[in-house]
């Protein structure tokens, strides 16, 4: 409790911190209290922001920032108190906050991408631009998709231009996209291996300057994960560093041309003969017919070094008129296992492979045989380093389309997320 003080005018209680009597005004002697901080609010989107800090739209220190906006003025001293003052004020619903380097000036002109080296490089480029304009769509962030369209449509025209010299037999750019540098490095991740260790917080904390509320999700996490996205690559490699010295875990920085390069799976179909796999290169996982005479292939695969396993999920919905939307009815997870080796990326999935003839074969279930398989690795592959399961979710649920009727069913998956984060685990 506070501690108080008597006003020698009118005899009543006042907060030791006070210089005048609250009630008569009168000058309170020898005030040696510290006047209470009122309390800080929190912004009313708070878990909004943390998400989005999480999942590399925004970052902490933007959240970091919406706490100080959400901070109110210190309070006056006068010789008589609103009664109000003490109230906190409403805290502000604050957009998401863009980054500190995006806060510092607004762009007098339309932002001008940087030139690019090649034209696969830029087509990946418009299509980093396009994902990062439709997340930011549907997060609420009309200003920066404004902001990236007219970054993007510089860009556009470039490649337009550059492909009609191209087929004309004059080509302005070198398509060496291998050897094209990487201007754009918005994308930049500090990714690491899960902690799956709630005791690494402390650490993963010290070693990355962040909250403890995102070093313990980080700590627990079972699978590897993306810490960080920053444009300064320096910076990130740093952390990196001390991330490895500190906690004994991996950690990478990756740029999206890297994830790129990464080799494409082949769908294992089944066995074809002893530890040889017949293989097709149709993504089958997304229902892509395969086609013997054009995709069918053995390989055999004696050295594999690392095993990304995980489950993804297929998201049923069905369509309301009234109001025009899509509804969750069912979600069915489906096992997968990409296995990497030497020149080999192989991607099992549990119901289009089938385990005959392998480890962990149960006759009577597909389930049981692919996690039977996942866990009898070692018997084939005694060298393979097996990574913590991730689960990947569609990214966000279908949504009506103007014009358009509503579809009865629609399905949708985390199969892109999933490619990307396999890709990813080669790189660490």
């Known amino acids: 409790m506070t501690a108080v003080i008597t006003c020698p005018s009118c005899l009543r209680p006042n907060a030791n911190h006070r210089e005048r009597c609250m009630y008569c005004g009168a000058i309170m002697p020898n005030p040696i209290g510290k006047k209470p901080e009122p309390p800080r609010p929190l912004p009313q989107n708070i878990d909004q922001l943390i998400r989005?800090?999480?999942?590399?739209?925004?970052?902490?220190?933007?959240?970091?920032?919406?706490?100080?906006?959400?901070?109110?003025?210190?309070?006056?001293n006068a010789s008589r108190v609103d009664p109000h003052a003490f109230e906190a004020p409403t805290p502000p619903v604050l957009d998401m906050i863009p980054p500190p380097q995006a806060r510092k000036r607004a762009p007098s002109a339309a932002p001008q991408a940087p030139p690019v080296q090649s034209i696969g490089e830029g087509l990946g480029r418009l299509a980093e631009m396009i994902a990062e304009a439709r997340s930011a769509w549907y997060s609420g962030r009309g200003a920066f998709v404004q902001e990236t369209l007219l970054k993007a449509n510089?860009?556009?025209?470039?490649?337009?231009?550059?492909?009609?010299?191209?087929?004309?037999?004059?080509?302005?750019?070198v398509d060496a996209q291998d050897e094209a540098p990487l201007t754009s490095t918005r994308s930049l991740q500090l990714f690491i291996e899960g902690g799956n260790d709630p005791g690494k917080a402390g650490a993963i904390a010290r070693a990355l300057d962040v909250d403890a509320v995102t070093a313990r999700m980080l700590a627990?996490?079972?699978?590897?994960?993306?810490?960080?996205?920053?444009?300064?690559?320096?910076?990130?490699?740093?952390?990196?560093?001390?991330?490895?010295?500190?906690?004994?875990?991996?950690?990478?920085?990756?740029a999206p041309h890297q994830v790129r390069e990464v080799?494409?799976?082949?769908?294992?179909?089944?066995?074809?003969?002893?530890?040889?796999?017949?293989?097709?290169?149709?993504?089958?996982?997304?229902?892509?017919?395969?086609?013997?005479?054009?995709?069918?292939?053995?390989?055999?695969?004696?050295?594999?070094?690392?095993?990304?396993?995980?489950?993804?999920?297929?998201?049923h919905y069905k369509g309301s008129e009234a109001p025009a939307s899509y509804t969750l009815t069912q979600e069915d997870r489906i096992g997968v296992v990409d296995l990497y080796g030497p020149d080999i990326a192989l991607r099992f999935v549990e119901g289009i492979t089938d385990f005959t003839g392998?480890?962990?074969?149960?006759?009577?279930?597909?389930?049981?045989?692919?996690?039977?398989?996942?866990?009898?690795?070692?018997?084939?592959?005694?060298?393979?380093?097996?990574?913590?399961?991730?689960?990947?979710?569609?990214?966000?649920?279908?949504?009506?389309?103007?014009?358009?009727?509503?579809?009865?069913?629609?399905?949708?998956?985390?199969?892109?997320?999933?490619?990307?984060h396999s890709r990813l685990c080669t790189l660490l």
């Open 52 to 76: 989005a800090a999480m999942s590399g739209e925004t970052t902490t220190e933007a959240v970091r920032a919406a706490f100080d906006i959400a901070h109110p003025e210190p309070l006056p």
């Open 154 to 173: 510089p860009l556009l025209q470039q490649l337009v231009q550059d492909l009609t010299a191209s087929a004309e037999g004059t080509t302005t750019m």
């Open 220 to 254: 627990v996490c079972r699978h590897p994960c993306v810490a960080l996205r920053d444009a300064d690559a320096g910076a990130l490699q740093d952390l990196a560093h001390r991330f490895q010295q500190t906690t004994g875990l991996r950690a990478a920085v990756i």
């Open 263 to 315: 080799q494409s799976v082949s769908a294992v179909l089944g066995l074809a003969g002893i530890r040889n796999f017949q293989v097709s290169r149709a993504a089958v996982w997304q229902q892509v017919p395969h086609d013997p005479l054009r995709d069918g292939r053995v390989v055999r695969t004696p050295k594999i070094t690392l095993a990304v396993p995980g489950e993804v999920v297929i998201a």
């Open 358 to 420: 392998m480890p962990g074969y149960d006759v009577a279930s597909k389930r049981r045989s692919f996690r039977g398989f996942l866990d009898r690795l070692g018997i084939w592959f005694p060298n393979v380093r097996k990574l913590g399961p991730r689960v990947c979710r569609p990214a966000e649920p279908p949504r009506p389309v103007a014009g358009q009727p509503l579809m009865p069913s629609v399905q949708s998956n985390g199969w892109d997320t999933w490619d990307e």
